[in-house]
């Protein structure tokens, strides 16, 4: 884990001798170093070693460092690049610093100046990369209050947000499992009045039955086995912030009466005492279930829907926003690059097309989940069909010509099927079930594979080293 903190450094020069001497020397100095005498192959290592500087000699074979410099300037990566120059070079260094090198450093080399001017373009490479990263999130197109996408049905749920945020009506927010009805309960109160107020997340189906009227409205010593002090429910903690109840269709009957209550009166009462206490709170509310359904079998008060949808927010599934995709991968490939330590700098067009046919059934959660699965399996720069599972690339036929496709899926089958089943097995230890569990594939399908792949799951078994 420590070497991928270590910064890259790239070294070019054609001078073999002196860029072993100068690669040595930047290892010591503790960076990751790699050294390349072929300027082109130099600027290929750019592209997929990812480096956080580089050094270019002036003077090369082929292509010397300004021209080097150029192209990488085109690049536009905000690479630091220093450039090494003899006596006698001086001014052609200077212009490459005027065109955009970062600094140049004379030979015979002084390490300690080497040291210095490498540990101020890594800074500036930092800061830049900061600020960039600053200027994207404060001004991203597309983004509110976390609420990533562009399309015009989520741009519909956000303007439903912003128009009901400044109001005290109760709010039912609907949407399958993964939408982002939480995350969209949220914006209702931070882009509201009651921002800096409490919000409270009341779980209405991990809570059980019994403790849940405690729980949102509290009790009083000796309400019930086991309530040795009185407590305060949500509602009091929530004072006149915002209590938001995730799946209410799960409150039992008994409750359902005493939360219309609190919607028409705007009291209720805690366990074990009479005196009815008064709320400011504003109710927003989630679903995945259809409410209405629900009331039509007789497990949800009518009377309760109707007071809780005065405004409703349908939050649309994934793949009726799927020009939403890209967007959202950007975003969450970012933030796993932070959270995991990885440098995924995007994906290509043929896998984009997939992720954005795909129908996504879990939703946004399931495509963060899998692109987080991707990235703490494999240290990658860019994400492309090879990385795709089985049951993504079913929906290839749709948007990949058949001819690549074919060949793709045997390459995709071959050889990194073969290594991503293989690190599936010694990871779950030949337990199919879980290796067709993780990738998303039924046990027949995944048998099917492992047959093709000459893949022995009982070789795996008792294997304890990943
Ligand atoms: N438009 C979006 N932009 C960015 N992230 C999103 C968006 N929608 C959802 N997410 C993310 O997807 C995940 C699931 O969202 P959330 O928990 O809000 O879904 P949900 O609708 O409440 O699902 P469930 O019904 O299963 O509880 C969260 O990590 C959330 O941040
Ligand atoms: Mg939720």
Not at 64 to 89: F, K, Y
Not at 268 to 292: D, Q
Not at 295 to 301: A, D
Not at 396 to 416: G, H, M, W
Request: contains cysteine; glycine residues 6%.
């Amino acid at each position: 884990m420590t070497t991928a903190l270590r910064p890259r450094i790239l070294v070019v020069d054609d001078d073999r001798a002196l860029l072993e001497a100068l690669v040595q020397a930047l290892e010591s100095m503790g960076y990751e170093v790699l050294g390349e005498f072929d300027p082109l192959q130099g600027l290929a290592r750019i592209g997929d070693w990812d480096p956080d500087a580089a050094i270019f000699d002036l003077k090369m074979p082929g292509m010397d460092g300004l021209e080097l410099l150029r192209r990488v300037l085109e690049l536009q990566l905000e690479l630091p690049v220093l450039i090494l120059t003899a006596h006698g070079t001086i001014e052609t260094a200077v212009r490459a610093v005027r065109e955009g090198a970062y600094d140049f450093l004379e030979k015979p080399f002084d390490l300690t100046k080497i040291e210095l001017t490498l540990h101020k373009a890594l800074d500036y490479r930092g800061q830049k990369r900061r600020y960039r990263f600053l200027a994207e999130t404060t001004a991203r197109k597309g983004e509110f209050e976390g609420i990533v996408g562009e399309s015009a049905a989520i741009r519909k749920v956000i303007d439903a947000v912003t128009a009901v945020a400044e109001t005290d009506s109760t709010v039912l927010i609907t949407g399958e499992s993964g939408t982002g009805k939480e995350l969209i309960a949220r914006a209702v109160h931070v882009s509201g009045a009651r921002k800096e107020k409490p919000f409270v997340t009341v779980d209405c189906a991990s809570i059980p039955d019994s403790l849940l009227e405690s729980e949102l409205f509290g009790h009083v010593k000796g309400a019930f086995t086991g309530a040795y002090r009185e407590r305060a429910g949500y509602f009091e903690a929530a004072a006149d912030g915002t209590v938001f109840l995730d799946e209410i269709g799960e409150i039992p009957q008994v409750l359902q009466k005493k939360l219309l209550r609190i919607l028409q009166e705007k009291t209720f009462t805690r366990v074990g005492e009479s005196r009815p206490r008064a709320t400011e709170a504003r109710i927003v509310a989630a679903t995945n279930r259809n409410l209405k359904k629900w009331v039509e079998e007789g497990g949800f008060r009518e009377d309760l829907f109707y007071r809780l949808k005065v405004v409703e927010i349908q939050v649309p599934p994934l793949r009726e926003r799927s020009e939403d995709v890209p967007l959202l991968v950007r975003h969450y490939l970012d933030r796993l690059n932070r959270k995991l330590n990885r440098k995924v700098q995007g994906v290509t067009p043929e896998a984009m097309a997939i992720l954005q046919h795909y129908s996504w059934p879990g939703n946004i959660r399931e495509l963060v989940h899998f692109l987080e699965q991707i990235m703490t399996f494999h240290d990658l720069r860019v994400l492309d069909l090879s990385h795709l599972p089985e049951y993504l690339m079913a929906v290839a036929d749709l948007v990949i010509p058949s001819e690549t496709y074919a060949d793709l899926k045997e390459k995709v089958l071959d050889d990194v099927g073969l290594k991503y089943f293989q690190k599936l097995m010694n990871y779950y230890h030949g337990n199919v079930s879980r290796v067709a569990e993780h990738a998303g594939l039924n046990r027949r399908h995944l048998h099917r594979l492992l047959q093709k792949l000459e893949l022995d799951s009982s070789l795996y078994r008792g294997h304890r080293d990943i």
